[in-house]
């Protein structure tokens, strides 16, 4: 256990002390409130009352409009490995992070290993790939021909549910800075997949990954996140965003977001999602490594020892 006696509330907890990724809460919406810091709970207040919300037990915060954070909650979170997703109106934009949830970095030394070499990273995008098209042998297919099956799935899928539930569909169209303006199945598409990035991006941080290093898009900081989310969008927020547009006009926010919750607890998506980045960086274990030994990069083959003072003909143990 750490030594936190002098800090007010409960001491900071081990990595292995805490919930894994599978055993926590997908995330929970905020709007105006304060959040403020009581032993080891984030403290949601309002004009009329206040809620206690363990920060052990969720992946993300979702942080609506007139939300507000005191220094000592944003501690809390970051230390119990939780993200943080800002968002806007209608949620349709996001920021997050964590802490991860693991002292090992064997994950993201795979990670830019496979991101820097060519065969290495086409690998994963075949792999990614492949978690969209199981059945299907893609050994010999371009990147090309790989993008181009994967938009004509999308566009299958959108057909498919703008015919099952009597939607007219004339393409994905939102403006980021004006959500009303969009159609009903616009909007809930904008808050899922915000809701989505912000599960992505927690369990990324969790894992000890670069959300920046990405194989199918490239060149962004949340490059990862979007690779990731896009394995799931038409199963999960595609054929929710038909089904509330399809029903309601109005509280489309609070309808996707209530639905979206209900869906990823019943696909068990954030254990999937865990074991599918593994899979896609050839790791098998689906534990998380807490293994904090620090060692020295040698140069050649093995790693040395750290905490050692090496010179050319005495080796001094240093503190």
Request: aromatic fraction near 10%; glycine fraction near 8%.
């Amino acid at each position: 256990m750490n030594n936190n006696s002098k800090i007010p509330g409960a001491p900071k907890a081990d990595l292995q002390e805490m919930p894994q990724i599978k055993n926590r809460y997908s995330f929970i919406y905020l709007e105006k409130c304060s959040l403020s810091k009581e032993d080891s709970a984030i403290k949601a207040s309002w004009k009329d009352g206040y809620a206690l919300i363990p920060a052990h037990s969720m992946m993300t915060l979702l942080l609506g409009p007139g939300t507000s954070l005191t220094h000592r909650a944003a501690q809390l979170i970051g230390e119990a490995g939780a993200g943080i997703a800002w968002v806007g109106d209608g949620a349709a934009r996001f920021y997050g992070f964590g802490r991860p949830l693991t002292n090992s970095s064997i994950l993201l030394v795979r990670q830019a290993m496979y991101v820097t070499k060519p065969a290495l990273h086409m690998k994963v995008v075949k792999r990614m790939y492949y978690l969209r098209f199981p059945d299907e042998d893609m050994t010999n297919l371009t990147l090309q021909q790989l993008r181009g099956k994967e938009g004509a799935r999308v566009k299958r899928e959108y057909k498919k549910q703008a015919e099952f539930w009597g939607v007219s569909w004339t393409g994905r169209n939102y403006d980021p800075e004006d959500f009303h303006q969009s159609d009903p199945v616009n909007q809930s598409l904008s808050v899922a997949n915000t809701c989505l990035y912000g599960i992505c991006s927690a369990v990324i941080y969790a894992l000890g990954l670069s959300p920046g290093l990405g194989f199918i898009h490239v060149n962004h900081e949340k490059s990862f996140i979007y690779d990731v989310a896009d394995l799931y969008k038409a199963e999960i927020t595609i054929p929710l965003a038909f089904e509330i547009g399809s029903k309601f006009t109005t509280g489309i926010p609070e309808k996707t977001r209530k639905e979206f919750r209900n869906r990823i607890h019943n696909a068990g998506l954030i254990e999937r999602m865990v074991k599918d980045i593994k899979f896609i960086f050839d790791l098998e274990s689906d534990e998380i490594d807490y293994d904090d030994t620090l060692v020295i990069w040698d140069g050649i083959r093995a790693f040395k020892q750290s905490g050692t003072l090496y010179q050319t003909d005495t080796v001094q143990q240093v503190e």
